[in-house]
């Protein structure tokens, strides 16, 4: 569970509670607040001048209050460390987008993650922070959800006792609004009420609510109500020490692209972290149907460009080995040198492939090449990258000044 640090308690405290030099009667004792350290102290044993003293503390109606503080005020305070569900990948107290085309199994694998937080186990080879977590479902219904679950928990060899710190609800069905909308912006709903309310009573450390499309009640690309939204939203997370995921699909752009982007570039911008889950595919074809890709996309307090390979088994997803080390080293060996054997095999054919793109596009041409050797299109493009950072290959060009044609060669032809 997400806790406080001493000093974020007292920037609580100073922007909440009493004001500075409030006075009280409490157990018998008169006692003063502390603004600054954000406690009551005792002044002396409660007496016939409780009247006078508590008058003598009463705050001036027309003094002005304020949130604002001194940046010097900092001086000498702990820095409160950055708070994680998952390292690298859900911050706490925000909100992430976890995006994914219909099918990919999105809502299995942030299922999968409520399961874990509950169940005070991983998720996909990564740690994370124990606690409540809610699930708010606006897609499933409770027989599908029982479904997932069931699957999850005999994937994992987990019982129904091990997630009694998870909470469900379906709206399938159901009017999902998280805000309703007005001419100039959105508010809260009476459904974001409930859910407020149940964080509050459970304290929990996450809240899942799939989907995006379901819970959001104005255009996608109207960048003013998306932020709006997602402020709800993360206010949610802040006053309730969560982190928040927000499910939802990929624009055909961002399908396309391979970015996951929904919509508006307001979705992208507003949060602080985004996921994006995919098939993985080259040029369309799809060797493992099973397989899928998760991407960090943005990472405001992190790392952006991180991969996790996962595949459904048996109902759930499990992490695939990662290639490190020598491993790593030696499938990155692999690829240039296939890579080097067919440019030099295709430049006798006379057969000249490119850097840019099309339909010689070097590394969509040697993927499909019988000699590939199993390599990918992508371990092609970065195996060209790197033989071109090490003036191994070089651009070269021919042809007439008005028909320039480039193309890979080695740097020493």
Known sequence: MN???????????????????????????????DGTDGTWFGIG????????????????????????????????????????????????????????????GKSLLALQLAVAVAAQTGWIGNAVTAGRAIYLSAED???????????????????????????????????ALLAMET?????????????????AEEAPALIVIDTLADVYPANENDRAKVRQFVGILRGLAIKRRCAVMLLGHPSLTGMASGTGASGSTAWNNSVRSRLYLSRIADDGYEPDPDARVLRTMKANYGRVGGEIN?????????????????????????AERVFLALLDEMTAQGRRVNAAGGTTYAPKVFAAHPDAEGISKRAFGAAMETLFSRGII??????PASRRVSFIARADQ
Do not use: C
């Not at 001493?6 to 006075?23: I, N, V």
């Not at 959105?186 to 407020?196: G, N, P, T």
């Not at 070089?394 to 042809?399: F, T, V």
């Open 45 to 104: 044993p409660s007496d016939d001048s409780d009247e006078a003293f508590l008058a003598a503390g009463a705050p001036d109606p027309n003094a002005r209050t304020s949130a604002f503080y001194s940046a010097a005020a900092l001086k000498g305070k702990a820095v409160p460390p950055r708070q994680w569900l998952v390292h690298d990948l859900v911050p706490q107290k925000t909100v992430t987008l976890f995006s994914g085309d219909g099918g990919t």
């Open 394 to 399: 070089r651009k070269a060009e021919d042809g």
């Open 183 to 199: 001419q100039i912006e959105l508010i809260a709903s009476e459904l974001f009420k409930e859910l407020d309310a149940q964080a």
């Open 310 to 334: 996962v595949r459904w088994e048996a109902g759930a997803f499990r992490a695939q080995e990662q290639p490190q080390g020598l491993d790593k080293m030696a499938a990155g060996a692999k």
């Open 3 to 33: 806790v406080y640090t001493d000093f974020q308690r007292r920037l609580d405290r100073r922007r909440t509670g009493p004001a500075d030099g409030a006075r009280r009667i409490h157990n018998g004792w008169q006692e003063q607040y």
């Open 141 to 175: 219904d409770d027989d599908e959800l029982h479904r997932r679950l069931d699957d999850i928990l005999r994937a994992e060899g987990r019982s129904y006792d091990d997630v009694s710190g998870l909470t469900l609800r379906s709206l399938a069905g159901e009017s």
